[in-house]
Nanobody
Framework: QVQLVESGGGLVQAGGSLRLSCAVS????????MAWYRQAPGKQRELVAA???????DYADSVKGRFTISRDNAKNTMYLQMNSLKPEDTAVYYC??????????????WGQGTQVTVSS
């Protein structure tokens, strides 16, 4: 019964900030790789940021320098701090737990998604 519960989405003006949270239950959070994905209308779902169990991070080129992924293992929670938001950041954002399969990461569990809308 792995469950990923997201919060923090909403409407913000361009240049503003939001912090998304993902609370994880039903799995050993501290050993899992995690990630944030997003999907805009008419576009494929894309990886926004990823973090390993050891704290190594990776970001999509479009968000580098603006977004920060982090995790608090004591609270079983992952975060995405989003600064300097742009209208093109508008999307449904998804929390995901990742597993390595045949040498690459695949998503094992998805959160429900939370809408982020950035107005110009």
């Amino acid at each position: 019964q792995v469950q990923l519960v997201e919060s923090g989405g909403g409407l913000v003006q361009a240049g503003g900030s939001l912090r998304l949270s993902c609370a994880v239950s039903g799995s050993i959070f501290s050993i899992n790789a995690m990630a944030w994905y997003r999907q805009a209308p008419g576009k494929q779902r894309e990886l926004v940021a990823a973090i390993t169990s050891g704290g190594n991070t990776d970001y999509a080129d479009s968000v580098k320098g603006r977004f920060t992924i982090s995790r608090d293992n004591a609270k079983n929670t992952m975060y995405l701090q989003m600064n300097s938001l742009k209208p093109e950041d508008t999307a449904v954002y998804y929390c995901a737990e990742r597993r390595i399969r045949v040498g690459v990461y695949e998503v094992a569990y998805w959160g429900q998604g939370t809408q982020v809308t950035v107005s110009s």
